[in-house]
């Protein structure tokens, strides 16, 4: 099984905080809540779309959309006038789903492997989340 | 300054003898005076009536003289008589004579005989012309054809920056910042249904054309299919272009069908982006404005059975719809309408001098964004299904269908709908696209039809409607003329029109354009530019505001008189003489043929081209200015196309009162 870029989870992680956990309300559950919402979306709908034989390039920029869309959606927005935030959230969705997709083109679709793929990342996001819930306890 | 003093001072006593023609022609001329035919002061005019003219096209009257009409009744089907102004219409039997008159025209200028009786398919561009002589108004639009043209030229001297005719070209509104009824529209547009909302009515309006034309009657005027679509429909695109930019193609139903199968769903987004399409890569060397312009030409080819013959005007639409599907399904996006349909290239064209335009607020943030779903497509919202190189960076109509994608699909909210002055973008757009003669030669086609259209359809050379709908001299069969087994003299003829529409769209007005194109770099005094491949094309977007300035002069004629067929075709599209209904009381009419102040027509189409010519000329200095980056060099080779310009105003004032 391929590995996750560790400096890409890490800048996922980091921008999800930054435009999105940040802005979410303090309740949630941590391990199946919205908070993992925009990622879970996207990695479901790579794997289709990887299934329906779709073009990988467009389908990446796509997933990225997904993604910024579903965190917009989980803050109750519809538009931001925010460029970097859409930059940043729609680029790492990009290449998170680029990377899931190779996986799955190396795995040739075996979903099990990408199922431990996709958890592992949820791994590390939760991780990164839990750090920001602690670090802004403290400040607070 | 002193010159443009001593130029208004000539110009405004022009044209207050204009308007004041204008105000006497109401009161012209008087009908029915006491006198007979056997009056010796009485000048007797025979006049014979055929299918689609009059013999003689072209009578000679002076003002104050005592005229009767002897008008001789076609020996196949009956014609009205109607002159322009006249309270009467006279009915004509075949085979009878009937003396109309006596009347005396005493104001100077130029009016038209028309038939006001349905007589077969080319009836309503059945005119002949009265002109009264000495025909001031004439030589009055004459010399202020030229005063026009000069003033601009005289204006541009004095160097105006980003304007046109004083209007400065960077003020801009933001229609969806409108208090009130932005939101709403901003709503609307970027709601998923919108599309649908608008074509479905537009569909069912598109079904009864294709069944009248098929089904209903073969008179032209008497049927849906060409009433609505050859006169309203014609006349509300070109408004549409100038006030609402390319609307007709956010609402228009036939890429619709193709489009819903592509995308398997009518207006919902679908969850996997796999269109049912074989996804096939257009070749790159057809995706251009060549296709829809020649398309527009062979159209014009046929015109006069296009818009006469219903049968023919459903074909028409029956084909471009299988068209637009299998394109559709071959090649996934739009390619229909950006390279095939015919009212493309001068929607598109024209498009870039309207008003009304959708754009980025701020194009640095749309350069900045990364996934721009604009072009890619996102949940939300479609990639542009015109394949816009980049909407979000869009600087031009001419490839924007005004589908509203870009403003549903983009995060960051950046698109928008804004108005803003005729001509703000054409500078540069000319500046960028020196290679693009695709767009020139539209240009080209488009404002020679417009002026060819008026000379044949509201003309009194009936020989040229003869021509164009492969009839025969007089007309003798031409009610029912079999459009596929004519005659070889027919087919001549018909081949002569051609020649005439393509070898004038294709190559003369090029060719003088070419050769005005390259005097005016030379008395420019550039040596670094080269006409061919940096001039001559920027030079023809001048064309885009003058021709569509000419197609709107052409459609205010085509609807003032001709507003009762497609009004009343609305209670009886078929045209299957619903007559004892009381809403179609005059002889399958909701309304009697009765054209609105059809003798002040010229004195409202000129001044309509004549403020195309302004904006041409200055359109030629901002396009020169851009090209040269110098004043001297814009203003030396805008005097020289004003020239050109202005010769083709005057043709136009020949046409409409000369």
Request: net charge positive; with cysteine.
């Amino acid at each position: 099984m391929k590995t996750i870029d560790a400096a890409l989870l890490e800048k996922s992680g980091d921008a999800l905080r930054k435009y999105y956990w940040s802005k979410l309300g303090e309740s949630g559950d941590v391990t199946h809540g919205s908070q993992l919402k925009p990622f879970s979306e996207m990695a479901n709908y790579v794997y289709k779309a990887w299934a329906a034989h779709l073009d990988k390039l467009g389908e990446s920029f796509y997933a990225g959309s997904l993604m910024f869309d579903l965190c917009l959606e989980g803050t109750g927005r519809r538009f931001t006038s925010d460029v970097d935030e859409a930059n940043a959230i729609s680029e790492s969705g990009r290449k998170l789903a680029s990377q899931m997709w190779a996986q799955l083109d190396t795995s040739k679709g075996d979903l099990t492997a990408y199922k431990g793929m996709v958890a592992e990342i949820e791994a590390s996001l939760l991780e990164t989340y839990a750090l920001y819930k602690e670090k802004k306890a403290i400040t607070s | 300054m002193k010159k443009s003093r001593k130029v208004i001072l000539v110009t405004v006593p022009l044209m207050a003898l204009i308007l004041f023609s204008a105000f006497t022609q109401l009161s012209g001329s008087s009908i029915f005076p006491s006198a007979s035919a056997e009056d010796s002061s009485v000048r007797i005019i025979e006049i014979r009536a055929f299918q689609f003219g009059w013999d003689p096209e072209v009578i000679i009257i002076d003002a104050g003289e005592k005229v009767i009409f002897r008008v001789e009744g076609d020996k196949v089907v009956a014609h009205g008589f109607y002159i322009d102004g006249q309270d009467f219409q006279m009915y004509i039997p075949p085979l009878e004579t009937v003396d109309v008159g006596p009347m005396v025209f005493n104001t100077p200028g130029k009016v038209k005989i028309r038939c006001s009786v349905t007589c077969g398919p080319l009836h309503p561009f059945m005119v002949a012309d009265i002109i009264v002589e000495p025909n001031y108004p004439y030589f009055a639009f004459l010399i202020s054809s030229i005063a026009v043209g000069g003033i601009t030229v005289l204006y541009v001297k004095r160097g105006p920056k980003k304007k046109m005719l004083g209007v400065p070209l960077d003020k801009e509104i933001d229609l969806l910042k409108i208090r009130v009824i932005g939101p709403i529209l901003k709503k609307l547009l970027q709601w998923r249904g919108i599309h649908f909302a608008l074509i479905l009515p537009n569909i069912v309006v598109f079904m009864i054309v294709l069944s009248s034309g098929f089904f209903g009657n073969p008179t032209g005027n008497l049927n849906f299919s060409v009433a609505v679509v050859w006169i309203l429909w014609l006349t509300a695109v070109e408004f549409m272009i100038l006030f609402l930019g390319r609307t007709w193609c956010t609402i228009c139903p036939l890429p619709a069908f193709g489009e819903w199968l592509a995308r398997r769903r009518i207006y919902s987004m679908p969850y996997l982006r796999k269109p049912f399409s074989l996804g096939l890569k257009f070749p790159k060397s057809l995706n251009n404005m060549w296709g829809s312009g020649l398309g527009f030409l062979g159209i014009s080819l046929v015109v006069p059975w296009l818009v006469t013959r219903p049968w023919v005007s459903s074909m028409l639409f029956a084909a471009l719809i299988v068209l637009g599907v299998g394109t559709t399904l071959l090649f996934t996006r739009r390619y229909f309408c950006r390279v095939i349909c015919p009212a493309n290239s001068y929607i598109g064209y024209h498009a870039n001098i309207s008003f009304f335009a959708v754009r980025s607020k701020d194009k640095s943030i749309c350069d900045k964004h990364i996934a721009k779903e604009c072009l890619r497509g996102g949940p939300k919202g479609h990639a542009c299904p015109w394949v816009t190189p980049y909407p979000g960076g869009l600087s031009e109509n001419t490839w924007c269908g005004q589908c509203y994608e870009c403003l549903k699909s983009c995060p960051l909210d950046t698109m928008t709908v804004k108005y803003r002055m005729i001509g703000q973008e054409i500078d540069e757009m000319a500046v960028k696209s020196k290679k693009r003669f695709g767009m020139a030669w539209t240009g080209f086609i488009r404002f020679n039809l417009g002026i060819f259209y008026e000379l044949v359809f509201f003309g009194s050379f009936w020989f040229l409607k003869d021509w164009g709908n492969m009839g025969i001299n007089f007309g003798a069969n031409l009610f029912s003329v079999n459009l596929l087994s004519p005659t070889s003299q027919a087919f001549m003829n018909w081949v002569l029109w051609a020649l005439i529409v393509a070898g004038v769209s294709l190559v003369i007005y090029p060719a003088v354009f070419y050769g005005f194109s390259s005097l005016a770099r030379r008395v420019a005094g550039d040596t670094t530019l080269s006409t061919k491949n940096d001039v001559f094309v920027p030079f023809s977007y001048a064309l885009a505001p003058y021709g569509l300035f000419v197609w709107l002069a052409f459609t205010f004629n085509l609807v003032l008189v001709n507003w009762a067929y497609p009004i009343s075709r609305f209670a009886d599209p078929m045209g299957w003489a619903w007559n004892s209904s009381p809403l179609m009381p005059i002889e399958g009419m909701m309304f009697a043929w009765s054209p609105i102040v059809p003798d002040m027509l010229p004195y409202i189409v000129i001044p309509i081209v004549l403020l195309g010519l302004a904006l041409a000329i200055n359109s030629t200095y901002n396009i020169a200015s851009k090209l040269f980056g110098d004043h001297s060099k814009a203003f030396k080779s805008t005097a020289v196309m004003s020239v050109l310009h202005t010769a083709m105003a005057l043709v136009f004032v020949w046409i409409i009162i000369g």
